[in-house]
């Protein structure tokens, strides 16, 4: 089970992001310009055509905060993981 540190961490990350649209090239047609909407992660301008693919983006963006999150100075984000485990933060 996880800790109520990294628990925390991915339901911050994951509320970051959007399935949605949004407009590449701005300003959109409607403004008079010739953006054009796009499926994707409105947060990050991510193109992404199908709910798995927005998964897999959300999977890695989580992945990236938790590393970000654990890890010291000049650690690697494995030993972050095991140092943590063997101090008992991750259960």
Do not use: W
């Not at 990350?13 to 590449?24: G, I, L, N, P, S």
């Amino acid at each position: 089970m996880l800790s109520e540190t990294i628990i925390a961490i991915i339901q911050t990350e994951m509320r970051q992001h959007k399935f949605d649209t949004y407009v590449e090239d701005p300003p959109s047609i409607a403004q008079g310009g010739r953006g054009v909407a796009v499926p994707g992660c409105s947060i990050c301008k991510v193109r992404l055509s199908t709910v798995d693919q927005f998964v897999d983006h959300l999977t890695k963006s989580v992945v990236l905060a938790i590393n970000e999150a654990v890890r010291g100075p000049g650690e690697t984000a494995e030993s972050a993981l095991c140092n943590r485990i063997s101090r008992g933060a991750v259960n």
